[in-house]
């Protein structure tokens, strides 16, 4: 068996049966530990080539391999792919018709299928687990593990299960290896879905989580202007095809009646008919759908390469299932943009499902006491405790998972062990973390990306900025519109650089009092100029905590930053302005709901924001210097490791293509080009400039 590990022959099966010259980053090292036979872990993101690494080693181990999969489009998909690929295969599924689920567990006895997916409802089926004990199997892959995990999405109760079918399912550890797969998992998900599995001595494969061509955006959009900022988004043919998430059936079903007027638009949920469901999914991968307006229930199993945009038109639960979501875009690896729209608004409609999800515990136990030792039908059982249908449903799903009750597939449940309450009540509350997780999100300043990657626990690549989201790159932004800093918060700024200078940090509390005494700036004015600053590196922004009268508390710690440092007490603020640092100071989001302090009325904040959608108007010759400009910031911003507009703005960009300076005088002469940008960049956009001039056209 280790033999066919030997790279050059999982190289000439990659070639010979799926059709690849080469394998992607990281596929080859876990092909060869899993064709060795060792369990592993892989979590890898959407669209990076997770399936290859079971496929693969099973196709080279030989015999049957058992794929168990959470969603029937996700078996559909698979199962075609490797037909097609004239591999044998079936599945098992509660959409198949009988005959054709008997003919398969017929095709598996006589060793006649190389994959054999099923549904992990199966296992509860009886005699089903025992029949499939008596093959032998290549490997066991359990795709979307994180449903298995405790700490993970919402899963389905049969799926928590599966570890009690694997002993007896996989012969001895090394007949048929574990390889549990995900495109999100944390740490703490990940050792919960190795605990639950009982995997041995696993191999873990965390790779991947950086994508380098979405483009994130974060921003405060009302929910009553939310529709027509996403129809004004996707009326840009660029834009399309484009998933947009809905946080209830109500509003995907609004959303996509509104889109449908100019666009070929579709709402997608589970209250529709499984029939509909599958006619959207299926227009969608073939282009005659543009745009779907879908709740969670849409994604799994989704492989459509070219989507541009991605929109949340709310809060998701989760920054794993928004990292899961934001990943269907750009997997042809094209630019795309993404857009997260929140308000408070989102923060009230999650705590409702919360407590939808995660009913009282009293009502848990209400249940609980009415169960008996023998099994009895789940109707008596409901009549008997006296909660609605939608409240008994939800409790007895929670006792199962928490092993407070078992339920066959007769419909019959019996009590389970004690010790649910304890594993629920941490369970309810760890929900409830996550979504403190986003909200936290959407206040960060630092790289969008970053941000996500190391939540996934990858701290080695996560300090490497993105260049593209709407705090590396301000000005790129589509939704977030930015100001320049006032003469008033310049001078707050330098104030809280000298007030943090002799000290290793200040409150944000104690730092307003000590530099705006007079009360200039309202208290989120404040923040916004310090979350300004985070934004332009001058500061770091932590939370911390301390205890009082028995209580925790909460505050942020305000420091410098090595190039808050470098700012002087006699550095002139016009130099600040012509470096570009102070450019976005006091950036805000256009789209709040509390109107910014200005001279003359603004805008209604959706129309300015999309307003500011439309790019520039300027000559061929300039557009074609902006591109050329572009890209070159882009391998500088990388090269430095620094956001793409600290080393030029797209103010300035565009001010510098439509001058077309020929010489460091012209360039100084353009606003935002100081002297310290022209001595370091000026001689490399001037030769840019030059070679764009002499283009004959």
Not at 350 to 361: G, K, M
Not at 369 to 383: G, K, T
């Amino acid at each position: 068996m280790a033999g066919l590990s030997n790279p050059e022959q999982l190289s000439h099966l990659l070639r010979s049966v799926f059709g690849f010259a080469r394998f992607r980053a990281s596929q080859e090292e876990v092909c060869r530990t899993a064709v060795s036979g060792r369990d592993l872990l892989l979590v890898m993101p959407t669209g990076a080539g997770k399936s290859l690494c079971y496929q693969l080693p099973a196709i080279a181990r030989g015999g049957t391999a058992l794929v168990i999969s959470p969603l029937i489009a996700l078996m559909e998909d698979q199962s075609a792919k490797l037909s097609s690929f004239g591999l044998r295969v079936t599945r098992i599924h509660s959409g198949l018709e009988r005959t054709l689920a008997r003919q398969a567990c017929v095709d598996y006895l006589h060793g006649d299928l190389q994959f054999l997916f099923i549904a992990p409802e199966r296992l509860r089926v009886p005699g089903f687990p025992e029949m499939l004990a008596k093959r032998r199997l290549a490997l066991i892959a359990i795709d979307e593990a994180h449903c298995i995990s405790q700490w993970g999405h919402d899963f389905r109760p049969d799926y928590r299960m599966i570890g009690q079918h694997l002993p007896a399912l996989r012969g001895t550890p090394d007949a048929a290896p574990v390889i549990a797969l995900t495109a999100t998992a944390t740490p703490t998900v990940q050792a919960d879905i190795i605990s639950q599995l009982g995997m041995v001595r696993p191999a873990k494969f965390i790779h991947g989580f950086r994508r380098e061509n979405l483009a994130i955006e974060v921003v405060e959009v009302p929910l009553p202007e939310r529709a027509e900022v996403i129809c004004k988004l996707l009326s840009d043919s660029t834009r399309r095809p484009a998933i947009v998430y809905a946080t209830s059936r109500k509003q995907s079903e609004r959303l996509a009646e509104e889109l449908a007027c100019t666009m070929r638009a579709a709402a997608y949920h589970a209250g529709l008919d499984t029939e509909i469901r599958e006619r959207v999914q299926t227009a969608f991968q073939a282009g005659e759908l543009e745009i779907v307006v879908a709740t969670i229930a849409f994604g799994m199993g989704i492989d459509k390469p070219n989507i541009r945009t991605v929109i949340h038109a709310g809060l998701p639960g989760t920054l794993e299932g928004y990292y899961q979501e934001i990943g269907r875009a750009g997997r042809d690896g094209a630019p795309s943009r993404t857009f997260l729209m929140h308000s408070f608004a989102d923060q009230r409609t999650h705590d409702f499902f919360l407590a939808r999800d995660y009913p009282p515990a009293s009502q848990l136990e209400q249940v609980f006491n009415a169960l008996a030792d023998q099994p009895r039908p789940i109707d008596e059982v409901r009549l008997q405790v006296g909660l609605s249908e939608e409240e008994f449903g939800k409790a007895l799903e929670k006792l199962q998972i928490h092993g407070g009750a078992r339920a066959d597939f007769g419909g019959n449940v019996c009590r389970g062990g004690p010790g649910w309450k304890k594993t629920y009540t941490v369970q309810a509350q760890y929900r409830a973390e996550q979504f403190e997780k986003v909200l936290r999100y959407t206040k960060l300043n630092e790289c969008r990306m970053s941000g996500l990657v190391r939540h996934f626990g990858d701290e080695q690549d996560a300090d490497r900025p993105c260049s593209a989201c709407d705090v590396c790159d301000p000005g790129g932004a589509v939704l977030r519109q930015f100001r320049r800093a006032t003469m008033a918060e310049l001078e707050i700024a330098h104030a809280i650089v000298r007030e943090l200078r002799p000290v290793d940090y200040k409150p944000t509390g104690t730092l307003q009092r000590c530099v705006d005494a007079a009360g200039r700036l309202r208290r989120d004015d404040f923040v916004d100029l310090l979350d300004a600053m985070v934004r332009s590196r001058l500061i770091s922004i932590e939370d911390a905590e301390y205890e009082k009268d028995g209580e925790m508390r909460r505050y942020r710690k305000v420091r410098l930053t090595s190039l808050g440092l470098d700012v002087g007490p006699m550095t002139p603020l016009a130099l600040l302005l012509s470096d570009g640092v102070a450019e976005d100071f006091s950036g805000r989001a256009v789209p709040r709901a509390r109107k910014a302090k200005a001279a003359t009325t603004p805008e209604k904040p959706a129309k300015k924001a999309l307003a500011a959608a439309a790019p520039p108007q300027s000559a061929p010759e300039s557009e074609a210097l902006a591109a050329k400009l572009r890209e070159w910031r882009a391998a500088e911003a990388r090269r430095l490791h620094v956001p793409a507009y600290a080393v030029l703005h797209d103010r300035i960009l565009i001010a510098v293509a439509t001058a077309r300076p020929a010489n460091p005088n012209q360039l100084l002469a353009i606003d935002g080009m100081g002297p310290a940008k022209v001595e370091r960049f000026g001689g490399a956009i001037l030769n840019i400039c030059g070679s764009v001039k002499s283009t004959p056209g």
